[in-house]
């Protein structure tokens, strides 16, 4: 994770995986939930109390399925609590490469799609 | 040399050079289609491998035979669309930007639809709807992929292109700069009318008067 004056960077192939995986962390190694959990939620609870916005890089890895993105980038919203205005505020999802852009689309998608877990009470 | 012959050999010359530019747009057009069948019958592959996993549930009690054969397929679902990927990007040369847009929002709806839910996980139901999903986006992006290589395939449009990439101008990828530009060209091209209008007006009344 880099992080200057301006934004944290996460680029996945470096600090995380080249090789994503699954959804849960009980589906193998790199799972979503794990990429989530370990690096993007921290990044994002830092980014809330300082307002510096966290950038998300796609490209290097070979390829995401799209349930790790679902469960990295909609788990967002539906397990963390984040919301979406917060999410378009703080977190920027990068595909330099043309190769990632149907990524990035899905990442957006997932966000814009994921709906806040209900509240029992 | 006889001024007649001369022109005969002029003409046999231009003739063959027509010939041979005809016959490389005419091979570089063919090899395109080629990559679009291609793209086209994995598209319908994925959907067919894809229908099939969906359509078998992982559950704790299957047999160690299937739990095998689902992760056979896992691989090669993932690698196929990885295939296409690539595939993608060979295409997507040929593709008008809206197009091109267009053909990501497809693809990335087809990997959603095959590789989305609980694709991969140890334990999951069989889900139809899924796999049923699957052929809808496979149907929507086939169509598009040939509908979009008609309209770009063109030799004009290839020339264009060619010019473009020679330019020291890249036009803009992003929503935001490609407003930006067409706001530019709006202002240029207002300012050519005017001028060209107050030109016009400039010689007839030139005219008139000489007259």
Same mark, same amino acid.
């Given at each position: ?70 469960? !990295? ?5 539906? #397990? ?5 205005? #917060? ?35 | ?49 894809? !229908? ?15 739990? #095998? ?92 292109? #060619? ?46 008067? !000489?007259?």
């Amino acid at each position: 994770m880099e992080q200057d004056n301006m934004s944290t960077t996460i680029d996945i192939a470096r600090d995380f995986t080249r090789t994503p995986g699954g959804r849960y962390i009980s589906d193998g190694p790199f799972s979503g939930e794990l990429f989530r959990d370990r690096l993007l939620v921290p990044a994002l609870r830092k980014a809330r109390q300082n307002g510096q916005p966290v950038v998300v890089i796609l490209d290097g890895t070979r390829g995401y399925l799209s349930s790790f993105l679902e469960e !990295a980038f909609g788990g967002l919203v539906r #397990e963390c609590g984040f919301t979406r205005q #917060e999410l378009n505020r703080l977190l920027e999802v990068k595909a330099i490469d043309e190769f990632y852009a149907p990524y990035k689309l899905l990442a957006k998608r997932y966000i814009s799609d994921a709906r806040e877990r209900a509240i029992a009470i | 040399m006889n001024p007649a012959l001369q022109g005969i050999l002029l003409t046999a010359v231009l003739g063959a050079a027509a010939a041979y530019l005809h016959q490389l747009w005419k091979y570089s057009k063919d090899a395109y289609h080629a990559r679009v069948d291609e793209a086209c019958e994995l598209i319908l592959e994925i959907a067919d491998r894809g !229908a099939e996993y969906w359509s078998v549930g992982r559950l704790p009690d299957i047999s160690f035979t299937k739990r #095998e054969r689902l992760k056979l397929a896992e691989v090669q679902i993932t690698g196929r669309i990885a295939q296409l990927q690539f595939l993608r990007l060979m295409l997507q040369s040929r593709f008008s930007l809206f197009d091109r847009d267009r053909f990501n929002e497809l693809i990335a709806t087809f990997q959603d639809a095959s590789t989305g839910g609980d694709f991969a996980s140890n334990a999951r139901d069989a889900d139809l709807q899924r796999a049923n999903g699957i052929y809808v986006a496979a149907a929507d992006l086939t169509a598009h992929v040939r509908d979009a290589a008609g309209r770009g395939n063109r030799l004009w449009l290839i020339i264009f292109r #060619e010019v473009e990439r020679w330019l020291p101008y890249r036009r803009p990828v992003t929503r935001a700069g490609r407003i930006e530009e067409l706001l530019w060209l709006s202002f240029f091209l207002g300012l050519f009318a005017t001028g060209s209008f107050l030109v016009i007006r400039a010689l007839s009344n030139w005219l008139e008067a !000489a007259l």
